[in-house]
């Protein structure tokens, strides 16, 4: 059974950065795609990045140019760079890994983590 971990959320004032973790048992990140979703109660839960097997990133309009995501292969880690975040990036984030296909998409993610709460004040 896979399991996703989460860490390193908190309360950021606009203009802060934060650094999101996501360890996994179960599951070797380097044969896989991992993302990172977020999702604000009474929205849908929206990607917001993805790393694919071969590195490639791919990002939301949204955050393109102010996040960056990447997995440390060694400690099967998949991390999540915040800068220059805004009140509207507020949201629980998730780190998922989807087994087939391109893990941007919430229909084809396989496995969730519980979450971690990112909030930005103005």
């Known amino acids: 059974q896979v399991q996703l971990q989460e860490s390193g959320g908190g309360s950021v004032q606009a203009g802060g950065s934060l650094r999101l973790s996501c360890t996994a048992s179960?599951?070797?990140?380097?044969?896989?795609?991992m993302g990172w979703f977020r999702q604000v109660p009474g929205k849908e839960r929206e990607g917001v990045a993805a790393i694919e097997t071969d590195g490639q990133t791919t990002y939301s309009d949204s955050v393109k140019g102010r996040f960056t995501v990447s997995k440390d292969k060694a400690k099967n880690t998949l991390y999540l760079v915040m800068n220059s975040l805004k009140p509207e990036d507020t949201a629980m984030y998730y780190c998922?890994?989807?087994?087939?296909?391109?893990?941007?998409?919430?229909?084809?993610?396989?496995?969730w983590g519980q979450g971690t709460q990112v909030t930005v004040s103005s």
């Open positions: 179960s599951v070797t990140y380097s044969a896989y795609s």
């Open positions: 998922a890994v989807d087994l087939l296909g391109s893990a941007t998409l919430v229909t084809g993610i396989d496995y």
